[in-house]
């Protein structure tokens, strides 16, 4: 079935540099992507979406690129800091269908 | 403006006992979705609620139920505990079922 998957399990970046996590998705027909971020022992938290009209998304230190050719959709976070050690989702969203979520990309910021 | 909430934080069971979940969603929203998340996994579908009605269901057996009341608030309940039911349940809020979801903090359920 459709699905949404991640290309790396974990990613360690120093702090300051910047951070890219990919994520792959099979589902042409998706209306939007979201990117959640879930520290240990807490629910995801909202960082940015894009719908599927959108190639390009900016927030606040985050940008989301969607590539529909590939089905390819990434978050690039600037100026890595130790608060953005956490788990990154990506999940898609078609209609009125449940979110999808892969299993999530683990960022570790070195000091 | 509150966000997502869950009640109770923790909660420890024992097999074959049932369990009732809380989440009171952001203000405006009025569909609900519960999701569970086992450890080092994302999180699943369970089902959502719009209009005091269940609009979807994903693949978990009758055991799990739940309920919305008019103030859109829901509960999830879980009979028959097992102790694979143990995990994080979340709950998700947002203005209509296809527009973009708020999490709770979760409720952390073990079934010993």
């Known amino acids: 079935g459709e699905s949404v998957g991640l290309h790396l399990p974990t990613l360690s970046v120093q702090e300051g540099d910047n951070s890219i996590i990919n994520c792959a998705y099979s589902?042409?027909?998706?209306?939007?992507f979201i990117w959640y971020k879930q520290e240990s022992g807490k629910g995801p938290q909202f960082i940015i979406d894009i719908r599927s009209n959108m190639d390009k998304r900016q927030g606040q230190r985050v940008t989301v690129l969607l590539n529909k050719t590939v089905k390819h959709l990434s978050l690039q976070i600037a100026a890595t800091q130790p608060g953005d050690s956490a788990v990154y989702f990506c999940?898609?969203?078609?209609?009125?269908?449940?979110?999808?979520f892969g299993k999530g990309t683990r960022l570790s910021v070195i000091a | 403006d509150a966000g997502v909430t869950q009640s109770p934080t923790h909660l420890i069971k024992t097999r074959g006992q049932q369990v009732t979940l809380r989440c009171s969603p952001k203000?405006?929203?009025?569909?609900v979705s519960w999701y569970q998340q086992a450890l080092g996994q994302g999180p699943q579908f369970i089902f959502q609620y719009y209009e005091e009605e269940e609009r979807q269901r994903g693949n978990f057996p009758d055991r799990f139920s739940g309920h919305q009341f008019p103030n859109y608030s829901s509960e999830l309940n879980v009979n028959a505990l097992l102790l694979g039911d143990s995990a994080l349940y979340l709950c998700a809020t947002g203005l209509g079922a296809g527009e973009t979801q708020y999490f709770g903090p979760g409720t952390r359920l073990l079934v010993l």
């Open positions: 589902n042409s027909a998706s209306d939007y």
């Open positions: 203000s405006g929203h009025d569909t």
């Open positions: 999940a898609e969203i078609k209609g009125n269908t449940p979110l999808v």
